[in-house]
T-cell receptor, first 110, second 112 residues
Framework: KNEVEQSPQNLTAQEGEFITINCSYS?????LHWLQQHPGGGIVSLFM???GKKKHGRLIATINIQEKHSSLHITASHPRDSAVYIC????????????FGKGTKLSVKP | NAGVTQTPKFQVLKTGQSMTLQCAQD?????MSWYRQDPGMGLRLIHY???????DQGEVPNGYNVSRSTTEDFPLRLLSAAPSQTSVYFC???????????FGPGTRLTVT
């Protein structure tokens, strides 16, 4: 079965710390998404990657296709970064094959 | 643009009742999907559509029906609600799996 594994499941950090969240998957993919789910429940898209690295503000996402692994980094973390971060991968080209990880719950303390 | 809208935000049903969760998007996206989110599990795909008139089943389709008569709307019907359908339901739209995904605010459904 195609699976997406995220680590850690829970992460507590102090404000200002550098955060890394990892995502591993089992077979070849077409794309990988990083999503953020706010404490209120809303889900927003952060990045879509098929290779290399993307940066948006304090967020950086990388993917290593050969190792089947992606990381989401947050520099200079802030309490407003507290959320659940979700990795999702697309196996094949169809929208129907988007598989989600269970999420990493991040709490940033002031 | 309103983006992806879902109604209702909250709903309580009794076992056996039927209802429709509404989803609409104003971005002219081809792809629309319904997911359910349960504690300790990732989002799971219920049904999806790649365009008006075209729908297909996802991972957990049993007990749910969909139709897509217009590009904008993708309602999810619960035929006979069961307690196992207690969940948070999200609708999403996009130009495809390799494009940015847009999610609605979710519907929290409780079946008693």
């Amino acid at each position: 079965k195609n699976e997406v594994e995220q680590s850690p499941q829970n992460l507590t950090a102090q404000e200002g710390e550098f955060i890394t969240i990892n995502c591993s998957y089992s077979v070849g993919i077409s794309a990988l998404h990083w999503l953020q789910q706010h404490p209120g429940g809303g889900i927003v898209s952060l990045f879509m990657l098929s290779s290399g690295k993307k940066k948006h503000g304090r967020l950086i996402a990388t993917i290593n296709i050969q190792e089947k692994h992606s990381s989401l980094h947050i520099t200079a973390s802030h309490p407003r970064d507290s959320a659940v971060y979700i990795c999702a991968v697309l196996y094949g080209g169809s929208q129907g094959n988007l598989i989600f990880g269970k999420g990493t719950k991040l709490s940033v303390k002031p | 643009n309103a983006g992806v809208t879902q109604t209702p935000k909250f709903q309580v049903l009794k076992t056996g009742q039927s209802m429709t969760l509404q989803c609409a998007q104003d971005m002219n996206h081809e792809y629309m999907s319904w997911y359910r989110q349960d504690p300790g599990m990732g989002l799971r795909l219920i049904h999806y559509s790649v365009g008006a008139g075209i729908t297909d089943q996802g991972e957990v389709p049993n007990g749910y029906n969909v139709s897509r008569s217009t590009t904008e709307d993708f309602p999810l019907r619960l035929l006979s609600a069961a307690p196992s359908q207690t969940s948070v339901y999200f609708c999403a739209s996009s130009w495809g799996g390799v494009r940015e995904q847009y999610f609605g605010p979710g519907t929290r459904l409780t079946v008693t």
